[in-house]
């Protein structure tokens, strides 16, 4: 019976993914990246251990992130709530091995190193629950 709640559970996951991905769009062709990287991280992770879900969440969550061309001015308007979720899709970004992916998040990451600390990094490899 779970294995049925988790399934229906993962669909309605993906259908908010596929809805903030084409938000997420929008705020792109307006020329704001900084708004769209927000949107993505918004509700991330999701709340399950469905492989689809985390993949597609991935996948919106990427395109933000390379859409972001002034790291420096990034995180002058991004909230602190979202630094330790940002750093877990860094993580999962160099983990790809796909160099554009790579170099962006290692340009990010500094910054991110940078004006949250250290404590950032450990909070992300540390939380086993809320996994990307």
Known sequence: MAEF????????IITRIEHK???????????KPVEALKTALEGSPP?????????????????AIMAIKDVDSLFSSLDPEYYDVLMKYLYRGLSTGDRPTCDQCLRIHEKLTEKAGLGCILRSLADKVNTV
């Open 21 to 31: 991905s084409r938000k997420i769009e929008s705020l792109l062709k307006q020329y």
């Open 5 to 12: 709640e988790e399934a229906d559970n993962a669909e309605a």
């Open 47 to 63: 709340n399950t251990k469905d492989e689809r879900c985390k993949s597609a969440n991935w996948i919106v969550v990427h395109r």
